[in-house]
């Protein structure tokens, strides 16, 4: 890993030609924090061998996309991957090897994929979230604090609303939040979830946790965690207009994660909150 003091981290960016990818890599360049080290995509990707900035339709940037992540992530400070949970397992295998900072922002990871980040995280700084966004990551405190305000009487269902294009259900948002609200309660959302709603489903039970997703045209991101009660229901809401919202933190995160020792973190972390 390359660290001469004095200049900018360098980061890498896996993904690079995703919604995430070109956001973030629009991110760094604007930014005078960081530089961009690399641009990594999968192997027979169109992208790869081409500079990244001309494939994104732009002015060059010298740097040309790749699917060699060992040979990139070497010669940087800091990795940011939202990609998919396959990728991003061996991404967290090499940032191992590297040694170097990974901010993950995939979603949609099984408990099996989580295990393999906590083994690589004995050796890189990991730093993952379901959303990177401030509001959301405040929006986690306050629905604690409003669950464990309330008791059972009052019903908790967490609505996601996303793009035509997203692949996972429940969002890493909408899980965010549910286990934020599990645990206000005093409960493990895995006891309580109730994600697949559909037919004679009988009334719902006391103390569930339900998920509801909703997926159509652009929307960005939208998350509503509602406490119904009898007489009254209580919403909280958080409404991404703009990506580079989610883009912006990772870089917080890519920065902070600078100095870290390796482990696991999240943007609670990174945020103080
Ligand atoms: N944590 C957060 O704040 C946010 C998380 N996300 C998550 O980020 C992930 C990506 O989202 P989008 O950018 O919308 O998806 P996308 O489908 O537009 O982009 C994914 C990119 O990853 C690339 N990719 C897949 N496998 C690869 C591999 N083995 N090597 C290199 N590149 C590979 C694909 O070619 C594609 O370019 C999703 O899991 C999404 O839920 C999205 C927005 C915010
Ligand atoms: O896929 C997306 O687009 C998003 N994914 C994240 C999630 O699963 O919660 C974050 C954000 O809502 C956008």
């Known amino acids: 890993m390359s660290d001469?003091?004095?200049?900018?981290?360098?980061?890498?960016i896996t993904g690079a030609s995703g919604r995430?990818?070109?956001m973030l890599i629009k991110t760094i360049v604007a930014s005078d924090k960081c530089k961009l080290a690399g641009a990594i995509e999968r192997t027979g990707?169109?992208?790869?061998?081409?500079d990244v900035g001309e494939a994104m339709g732009g002015t060059a940037l010298g740097v040309t996309v790749t699917d060699?992540?060992?040979?990139?992530?070497?010669q940087a400070q800091a990795v940011i991957d939202f990609t998919a949970p396959a990728a991003t397992v061996e991404f967290a295998a090499l940032a191992a090897q590297a040694r170097c900072v990974l901010v993950i922002g995939t979603t949609g990871l099984s408990e099996d994929d989580l295990n393999k980040l906590s083994l690589a995280a004995h050796?890189?700084?990991?730093?993952?979230?379901?959303?990177?966004?401030?509001?959301v990551n405040l929006l986690t405190k306050l629905t604690k604090m409003v669950s464990a305000a309330l008791d059972a009487d009052y019903d908790i269902e967490i609505i996601e609303a996303h793009h035509n294009k997203k692949v996972d259900a429940p969002s890493g948002t909408a899980l965010m939040l549910g286990e934020a609200a599990a645990e206000g309660r005093g409960v493990s959302l895995n006891d309580v979830?109730?994600?697949?709603r559909d037919g004679i489903t009988g009334a719902r039970k006391r103390g569930d946790i339900g998920f509801s997703a909703i997926r159509g045209g652009d929307i960005i991101g939208e998350h509503?965690?509602?406490f119904a009660g009898e007489g009254e229901r209580i919403i909280l809401r958080h409404v991404a207009s703009?990506?580079?919202?989610?883009?912006?933190?990772?870089?917080?995160?890519?920065?902070?994660?600078?100095?870290?020792?390796?482990g696991e973190y999240d943007m609670l972390d990174v945020l103080g909150l």
């Not at 001469?4 to 890498?12: D, H, K």
């Not at 060699?68 to 070497?74: M, V």
């Open 20 to 22: 995430m990818g070109q």
């Open 68 to 74: 060699d992540a060992l040979e990139a992530f070497s």
């Open 242 to 262: 703009d990506r580079s919202l989610f883009a912006k933190g990772a870089l917080k995160a890519a920065i902070w994660g600078q100095g870290q020792k390796p």
């Open 4 to 12: 001469i003091p004095g200049t900018l981290p360098g980061i890498v």
């Open 193 to 196: 979830r109730e994600s697949g």
């Open 123 to 135: 050796h890189a700084t990991i730093i993952r979230a379901g959303n990177m966004s401030l509001g």
């Open 224 to 226: 509503d965690v509602m």
């Open 45 to 50: 990707h169109d992208w790869v061998g081409r």
